[in-house]
């Protein structure tokens, strides 16, 4: 996918997040000599209570409107998460959820009722892994897990119903052997409240602030569309 149609390519004060997380898929190959380390980490929820860590995000190029977003995804879904595993990656903590799809809004019909796996940034990693930014040295010489949460993100909780604009990674990108799939830009995932609505993570503003009218629009348009 290319900058016309609408793709976010963002640069974060955290680098490797950038390349990783936000990027169109297949411009960052894995390197085997990083190869995801979450076999050791608790698997099926978080490890620890969430610290929260912020990062600063600059827009290279941003969706102008809600139709412009949607069509910059090759699936878009609204789905639950019915599991998350830590997918640590080179000092970063990532999370992959396990998400079953219930609506197919854009993309590939067949993917209606069959889970997927979609990449988070945060989540669980030893301190003596985790650096803040890069270049840096690992925040502690320890080995306790930590659960990292990122502002105006949201980890993913099993029992979470959302909705995501997303592209398909290139297989073996962040040493992760199964297939998944990468959001497309900051605020490309919406959570359901409990007044049925689709929001961005609190705490998550658009260039714009337009996330008002993109949260209703999201909604709506799940809401329009057959299961």
Do not use: C
Request: hydrophobic residues 35%.
């Amino acid at each position: 996918m290319n900058k016309k149609r609408g793709l976010a390519l963002i640069i974060f004060s955290v680098l490797l997040l950038a390349l990783v997380y936000f990027v169109m898929p297949g411009s960052f190959a894995a390197n085997e000599s990083h190869q995801n380390k979450s076999s050791d980490i608790i698997q099926g929820s978080y490890a620890a209570s969430k610290t929260q860590m912020s990062w600063m995000v600059s827009y290279y190029y941003y969706p102008k409107n809600f139709d412009e977003l949607i069509q910059s995804g090759h699936l878009v879904y609204s789905g639950n998460v019915v599991g998350v595993q830590p997918a640590p990656y080179d000092n970063y903590p990532m999370t992959l959820a396990k998400v079953k799809v219930d609506k197919v809004l854009r993309g590939d019909p067949s993917l209606r009722g069959q889970t997927i796996n979609v990449l988070f940034a945060g989540g669980d990693i030893k301190e003596s892994d985790f650096k803040t930014n890069m270049g840096e040295s690992p925040i502690a010489p320890s080995n306790k897990t930590i659960t990292v949460e990122y502002s105006g993100t949201k980890l993913p909780e099993v029992g979470d119903q959302l909705a995501g604009i997303m592209n398909k990674a290139t297989t073996g990108t962040n040493g992760i052997k199964d297939d998944f799939w990468m959001f497309v830009a900051p605020g490309s995932v919406f959570f359901k409240d409990d007044d049925n609505v689709y929001k961005r993570p609190k705490g998550f503003k658009s260039p714009d602030n337009n996330d008002q009218n993109i949260n209703e629009s999201i909604t709506k348009l799940i809401e329009e569309t057959k299961d």
